[in-house]
């Protein structure tokens, strides 16, 4: 179904019935022509107050979900909570970097004129996989070479980028983009190398149930692509082991 079509099938649909939370949203993002892919953030199209909405939609449907799984959650006191659990987990934890702003970066000028090789990591990360929802769970290095017109930022804020990126429903190969267009654009350097190492559980829990395999993938911008030398200096500080 093309989104033209999709778009008319919503509204003809939402005309006829009192609009959810998650339907006005919607309607906002496509009276916008925004996307809202799963690993988007679509924090500016909600008002106050609807996520706590979202969140009992979500848990409301989530009992449904239960049903049709064929779960008495009525009378199993294992799982009676599980729909709220969830929801809130979702909306809350898992996936609040869809519907959370990006958080507060405070931004310093470059003084002193810094132009060395800086490396933050390895930093801890979570995200789910956007085909199963199974967890992701690895490791980011960021490498940053800045010049005199970089910005600077607080080495915790990596840290606040990195989980506002992840918690979201994510592939990998396309989280790491994005952190990169992120800081690339935040503080402006020379270069700027991202890394990230994960284990992906819907390769270890289903499917082929292979629970040796990584994933390793990377970003190289500007001098960290152009010089091979300031490449293999990131890639072997990055493994250097810990005292």
Known sequence: MSQTVATAVFRRDAAHSPASVSE???????????????????????????VDGLRAEVEARMREVLGALVIDVDSDHNT???????AKMFIDEVFRGRYQPAPEITRFPNVSGLN???????IAVRSACSHHLCPIMGKVW????????????????????CEWIMSRPQIQEEAVVMLADELEQRIRPDGLAVVMEA???????????????????????????????LRREFLGLMKRPRD
């Open 116 to 122: 060395e090789l800086m490396i933050v990591g390895p």
């Open 80 to 86: 009676a909570d599980t729909a709220r659990r969830v």
């Open 142 to 161: 960021i490498g940053v070479l800045p010049s005199a017109a970089s910005d600077l930022i607080g080495l915790s804020k990596y840290a606040r980028l």
């Open 199 to 229: 284990d992906h559980l819907c390769m270890h829990w289903r499917g082929v149930k292979d629970d040796q395999s990584v994933m390793t993938n990377s970003v190289m911008r500007g001098a960290f692509l152009r010089d091979a030398n």
């Open 24 to 50: 006005r949203i919607r309607q906002r993002l496509f009276d916008a022509g925004q996307r809202f892919h799963a690993n988007d953030n679509i924090a500016a199209h909600i008002l106050p107050g609807e």
